[in-house]
């Protein structure tokens, strides 16, 4: 094998093996689900941005008591159908069901560690 042969395998090496433990890595953080579990509020905002990988980012606001301090929670949708229905209930006061990732390599999985999956209306009794 000539010394160029051998060069040439020893990049490819060296640029593949790092990008297959990267792709290890994004999966596995994208797969293994850190927390889980749901907030009731109204969603305030749910905006696509991101200058290169544009994401569904949104706002719930959490009134837990009225005339109390509003707080916000922060979150990622990546599902068309719950972008759909997260716009259909804009105003209603709902639950998000969400599952939070840790140690997402990119802000081109969504700017948040909270990414919602199911949304549901909340009836007033």
């Not at 990988?53 to 979150?75: D, R, S």
């Not at 599952?99 to 909270?114: A, D, L, N, R, Y």
Request: hydrophobic share 40%.
């Amino acid at each position: 094998m000539s010394a160029f042969a051998k060069f040439l395998k020893w990049m490819f090496w060296i640029i593949l093996l790092p990008l297959l433990l990267l792709s290890l890595y994004t999966w596995a953080s994208l797969t293994w689900v850190y927390s889980s579990g749901e907030r009731i509020g109204y969603v305030q905002k749910l905006s696509h941005k991101g200058w290169v990988c544009k994401t569904w980012e949104g706002e719930l606001v959490l009134v837990t008591v009225p005339g109390t301090q509003a707080e916000k929670f922060y979150f990622t949708v990546r599902d068309p159908a719950v972008i759909t229905k997260v716009n259909q209930l804009a105003g209603e006061r709902v639950r998000l069901l969400y599952k939070e990732h840790k140690g997402v390599p990119s802000s081109c999985f969504g700017e948040t560690s909270h990414y919602v999956y199911d949304i549901d209306e909340v009836k007033e009794d």
